[in-house]
């Protein structure tokens, strides 16, 4: 089961677009992303160079107070807008975020209307996929691209601003976060939300409400997971003294 990114549909060129101001100084932006670009230009591709860094461009590292990975975008055209388990405006909800939304009510008693999750990372929920591009109708096409070098280098620098909620569901996203979480972070990994895993230990998990509590435990705003307070608050930069590097992949 593939998580989330992407845009209407597929395209074929104009060129990928240059890294978001608040990330560029990520070092995979310029040892990784000429080659990866290169491989995308004059190609059909989701989701496309005006969704493809979505996850990033909604939040900046200072703003982030928590971490969702996800494997690829969505193949299907028209389904992914370019944030991990996320799909565009109208797209009915695939089976992982129909669970997603399942466990929520179950955890907070309501759930979004639309499976557009770009409310949560107004907020500072980082949801990015190890693998930011694939080929249309291809799962896991681009995942050997080296897109991996930019999930652990993003949630790295998130870090280094303060503590930070990972929720790793998954193999796949606990092996891609390995090593990352700290004695002052928050990390709950649980089963995959995919029918095919999700009784083994993701329904019944509540952790939108451990993240709710623990955020709030720290003096930081809970998300408005659910969207009944509306859109939540805007991420902000958090206050406080810039930590060391934790070091990239």
Known sequence: MTAASGTARAHLAPAPPGPPPAWAHLPFFADSWPAIRDRLSGADWLPGPDRVFAALQAVAPSGVRVVILGQDPYPTPGHANGLAFSVSPGVALPRSLANIFAELRADLGAAPAS???????????????TALS??????????GWSWDDLARQAIADSQRHGPVAFLLWGAHAQRAASGLPRDRDLA??????????ARRGFFGSRPFSRINDWLLSRGLPAIDWTGIDGTGPVAQPRPGPVSPPHGHS
């Open 115 to 129: 499976g557009d999750l770009t409310p949560w990372a107004r907020q500072g929920v980082l949801l990015l996929n």
């Open 134 to 143: 694939v080929a249309p109708n291809g799962a896991g096409s681009h995942a």
């Open 188 to 197: 709950i990994a649980t089963a995959h939300p995919s029918p095919l895993s």
